[in-house]
């Protein structure tokens, strides 16, 4: 059977490597190339180049494209049934073949599309209608050879435990968030449980920063490539199926992922507006610094940016004093580096320096690349916005997606590494647990820390106090 090559070989600098499995020409009609480049074709033609034949087997940087993007136009489980149905027509032709040698050729092929399905896109065999026709033709292919029957169990058992391991990290998730409080009514009800800090947890910014990037690598290894497209599906205008936008909006995974940055701002804003000793507080926003800058290194840039949003968060920067005491250079270098302006320019260079010592790297370490997660969606979504998917004669727009699935496939690279550092429970539960300030109650400790300016900041605090204290 074919061998699946890493992510990092299947796109190269033009965005698509043409050279691996592709057969020496392409008879399938409805297609549109240029300069052997597939740019357009139609739904069904692209579907055909999908499926292997006796001599034939798609190139992996087309398989991936094509899964990826598929789901704007058809459900997976559509697709599927197309698949399997073409398969079976190949397979029925090779046996009318009086030489048996054709059917073991067609059938490893086979065998080998739907390895690779089960395991980029593992997520869309939660499906029952996918999973059963997955083991009709699986079984239908390995019949009468014992080593396919011995891959198809295989790959069946690879599938499964991944959507055993998806479901188990779900229930953690679930369980987080029905657990979760707000800090303001433990600080009421049991003033006493929330003794620690996280300095006390935790006093190497070093160790702190190794156990977000472990938190960063478990949360990102779990986002399906699919729904970053999923999370822009919009009506195809060629289906005329009502139901398919909320039926395949399923980004479970992404969303958890960016609640986690927003619960990471959060926590760094609670744990600087806390303190009632300003030293403290200024100690506190040191050592978030020092934190930043380790991620930074590391090549953690979404804990990094996290980390800079919940210090500029207005409870936070309006803390006048506290920040006088701060020195704000190394804070300087960093905000510089996630700088918003000329769109994210310097942030960019710094993940492209990342990325390239990803590929050269002779350790887990050097390996981790960790986007801004945020940026990296709203790049996607500006590529899915600024290019139409079809075309004015109907055909399927392949050039844009093949530029999407270079986008996923290098994201699809860094969530594959695996954390080189040690786990440290009681930090993860105290970051993953510890209930933080919700945006009312992060004003009113930063009013009570350093009191309010002006009318409006008056007012306010005297809302806050009377709504979150039951105080006049």
């Not at 949360?219 to 289906?239: C, H, M, S, T, W």
């Not at 936008?245 to 959060?266: P, Q």
Request: a neutral charge; hydrophobic letters at 35%; glycine letters at 2%.
């Amino acid at each position: 059977m074919p061998q699946t090559p890493p992510f990092s070989a299947m796109f190269d600098s033009s965005g698509y490597n043409r050279n691996l499995y592709q057969s020496a020409e392409d008879s399938c009609g409805g297609l549109c190339y240029h300069d052997n480049n597939l740019l357009s074709g139609s739904l069904e033609a692209l579907i055909q180049h999908l499926v292997p034949n006796v001599d034939y087997y798609p190139d992996r940087t087309y398989i991936f494209t094509f899964l990826l993007s598929s789901r704007l136009f058809m459900h997976p489980y559509e697709l599927m049934a197309k698949v399997c149905h073409l398969c079976v027509e190949h397979q029925r032709l090779s046996e009318g073949d009086s030489d048996k040698n054709q059917m073991r050729k067609i059938a490893p092929k086979i065998l080998q599309l739907l390895t690779e399905w089960t395991e980029t896109f593992p997520y869309d065999f939660r499906d029952e209608r996918m999973m059963r026709n997955l083991k009709d033709l699986a079984h239908r292919m390995a019949s009468g050879e014992e080593t396919y029957r011995k891959n198809v169990q295989q790959m069946m058992q690879c599938l499964i435990r991944k959507l055993a391991a998806l479901s188990q990290y779900e229930e953690v998730l679930a369980k987080l968030s029905s657990t979760a409080t707000d800090r303001l009514t433990v600080l009421k009800t049991k003033p006493q449980s929330i003794q620690r800090d996280i300095m006390t947890v935790c006093s190497d910014p070093y160790t702190l920063a190794q156990q977000l990037t472990h938190i960063e690598l478990e949360r990102l290894n779990y986002i399906g490539p699919e729904e970053f497209v999923q999370a822009f599906v919009q009506k195809d205008p060629l289906d005329n199926d009502k139901t398919c936008y909320s039926e395949r909006k399923k980004t479970r995974n992404l969303e958890a992922y960016v609640e986690w940055f927003n619960r990471l701002s959060y926590l760094v804003a609670t744990e600087i507006c806390m303190p009632v000793k300003k030293k403290h507080r200024a100690r506190m926003i040191e050592y978030f610094i020092d934190v930043a800058r380790e991620c930074f290194n590391i090549g953690n840039f979404n804990s990094l940016m996290a980390i800079i949003s919940g210090m500029n968060m207005s409870p936070v920067s309006r803390l006048k004093k506290t920040w006088a005491k701060v020195k704000t250079a190394k804070f300087d270098i960093l905000e510089h580096q996630m700088d918003p302006s000329s769109n994210f320019y310097n942030y960019r260079t710094a993940l492209r320096g990342a990325a390239q010592r990803s590929l050269t790297a002779h350790s887990s370490r050097e390996k981790i690349v960790i986007p801004f997660f945020s940026l990296l969606i709203k790049d996607i979504y500006f590529l899915n916005e600024g290019c139409a998917n079809r075309l004015p004669n109907g055909h399927v727009n392949f050039e844009k997606f093949w530029e999407l699935a270079k986008q996923v496939s290098e994201f699809m690279t860094w969530k594959q590494v695996e954390c080189p550092f040690e786990h440290d429970r009681k930090v993860l539960q105290y970051l993953l647990s510890v209930p933080v300030f919700s945006e009312d109650a992060l004003y009113l400790a930063s009013y009570e820390s350093e009191g309010p300016e002006n009318n409006i900041e008056k007012d306010r605090w005297k809302s806050l106090r009377s709504s979150l204290l039951g105080r006049v």
